[in-house]
């Protein structure tokens, strides 16, 4: 059996949604210290809809892959499903990951819910902090 399903070689070698939105409504930024992989997710929101999202991933093929099918998962999509969606449900879509990789699609869904976070900072809107990742205290990420 091959080591990456044909889901994340497509992912990786035609990356969706790859880029920067100017002006951002949130920003999302995450990254593992072990393996060096940054990933930063950018939304456009509009009636609490995710109109438009885009990522900048520096790693490997695996988190490239979950960045670019992480975006296709919430693109339209309202900011509670994007809030709902698991590391787990991203690897699934991708076909699985090698168990060595599944830390990818962990950055993946933090990175998406950092963003949202930032965007209900920006606009002053009540959340639950305990849905939401504490990079500062966490064991897998490097502090920006």
């Given amino acids: 059996m091959a080591l990456y399903s044909e889901k994340v070689m497509d992912h990786f070698r035609n990356p969706r949604n790859v880029g920067v939105i100017e002006n951002a409504d949130g920003v999302g930024e995450v990254g593992n210290a072990k393996c060096g992989d940054i990933m930063k997710i950018y939304l456009k929101i509009e009636n609490d809809l995710i109109v438009d999202v885009k990522f900048e ?27 709902a969606l698991t590391n787990k449900a991203v690897a699934e879509a ?34 639950d902090e305990t849905k939401f990742p504490d990079c500062e205290n966490c064991s897998h990420c490097s502090s920006h």
């Fill in 57 to 83: 991933t520096f790693g490997c093929g695996s988190a490239i892959a979950s960045s670019s099918m992480a975006t296709e998962l919430i693109k339209g999509k309202p900011l509670s499903e994007a809030l």
């Fill in 94 to 127: 991708l076909d699985g990951l090698p168990n060595h990789k599944l830390h990818c699609s962990v950055l993946a869904e933090e990175a998406i819910k950092k963003a949202i976070q930032d965007y209900y900072e920006k606009n002053g809107i009540e959340y």
